[in-house]
């Protein structure tokens, strides 16, 4: 790419900022108590905070598959860590590209390539279109996905790490720097202090701060953005505040254990529990966050690495403002999904209380257009797949909506009241965990689905399970399981209702829109596919005209 020509100012850019693992409720903005993110409460206070923004599946690949996509993960197929997103498969940067604006990644997407696809196609791997296909459609300016893990079979991810490369290029020492120094400190021996175990979480990253991730994936966007022309779609994708937890100094100690808020779990979740949710409250990382000891050294390193991605996000914003690009820059702050942390006796992510599967979702649109709604929120049910046709139509597009899942957010921006989805849909495919095993499912059948109408949140588990209830008025912490009892089958017969609506939707007529089809109805008449017709007068003359008038030649009655 070019120098940047001033002349192109005028045109929309599109910043994506996607942090993992981000809960919802972990910035001042959205009301924690002790957590300062002054810098994503700036631009809640330019823009949108959407209130009840859900993910289509609690776990990363999926997850971002359905942002990436704008469509849900029975849909697109890439249901959990590790499935390939099929060839063909439309994307956020092929539907941009369409409008004309192009899409790059900064970070990390989780994608696996589907190589067999490709190679059924015969798609060369290092031509544009193989490429774009392993990078999730998007043009890749640096992509790392950010977990350079290494065992006795290897490394967990066997793709190039320009972090480790940038670490190396450092005076970092090591073949892996990344374990070694960006998720390590140093322990009383003066040994290595891995940040995979959780007693560690309290020491500081043995790593020079503007070393560490989340600065070094900042340094690279404001790269990016000083030598782009506008009219771009940037997708910055942290890695942090994604475990392992453990933090450069100063942010390290910045909390201890009287900011860690008490867990948000009560004894009855443990009486009788739903019996896939028994299975995830006695995996290993819910029985680690049942420890107090655990929780009072992680979750302030959590929080450190928050602060340090609010910190990072000021850089960023600073730099749009001092550029001039920030009235011409759409700005969407959001999550992968949640973290448990300890509530509902759980760890990590995977089901779908609040805190694993409700993401922040914060919007700024720099248009006159969006004046009315600055600093404001919105409670309306949004789905990670409604960030596709906002950016979309945002671009100047037309929406593939026989494509896209989702629903444009343009329309709350205004200001505006449209008519909404009444309830949210998040799906989970475990077959490939240890709690499918335990449980003695096919894997076919480890599949869970929530439904949400704002209020009642159903969950359904395939394999012959009962439901799980949980009414967030009168329970908002979700802690009682109405589904236990029969005084709510009303509601659960409502929500079934829902979910059977949803599964009724098209969502693979892929290559024909319906204004395509209705374009089709026609056609094969004015080209002369006429049957049926009694005596020519059901259809005006023109189309029958080719077949009317003198014969050229009579062979009607030759010997």
Known sequence: MNAPNPESRSKMNILFIMYDQLRFDYLSCTGHPFLQTPNFDRVAGMGVRFTNAYVQSPVCGASRMSFYTGRYTSSHGAQWNGFPLRVGEWTMGDHLRDAGMDCWLLGKTHMKADAEG?????????????????????????????????????????KRSPYNEYLKSKGYAGENPWADHANAGVDANGDKATGWIFANADKPANIREEDSETPWLTREAIRFIDQAEDGWCAHVSYIKPHWPYIVPAPYHDMYGATEVLAPVRDDVERVDPHPVYGAYMDNKIASAFRRDEVREKVIPAYMGLIKQCDDQLGLLLDHLEATGRMDSTMIVLTSDHGDYLGDHWLGEKDLFHEPSVKVPMIVYDPRDEANATRGTTCDALVESIDLVPTFVEAAGGKVADHIVEGRSLLPWLRGEVPEWRDYAISEYDYS?????????????????????????????????????????KNDPQEFRDLAKGDAHQGEIDRLYGYLSQWGRRMSQRLTRSDEDIMVMRTRSFRRGIIPFLADGSEVPEELIEKYLGPVAQTFVGDD
């Open 432 to 472: 490939a965990t240890g709690q499918c095993v335990k449980l003695g499912l096919d894997t076919r059948d480890a599949r869970l689905f929530m439904v949400f109408d704002g209020r009642y949140k159903m969950m359904h588990a395939e394999g012959g399970f009962r439901p799980m209830l949980f009414d967030l």
């Open 118 to 158: 490709m190679r059924r196609l015969g798609i060369a791997e290092d031509g544009v279109i193989g490429v774009r296909q392993a990078e999730c459609g998007f043009d890749a300016f640096v992509r790392d996905d950010g977990l350079w893990a290494q065992g006795p079979d290897g490394f967990y991810d066997e």
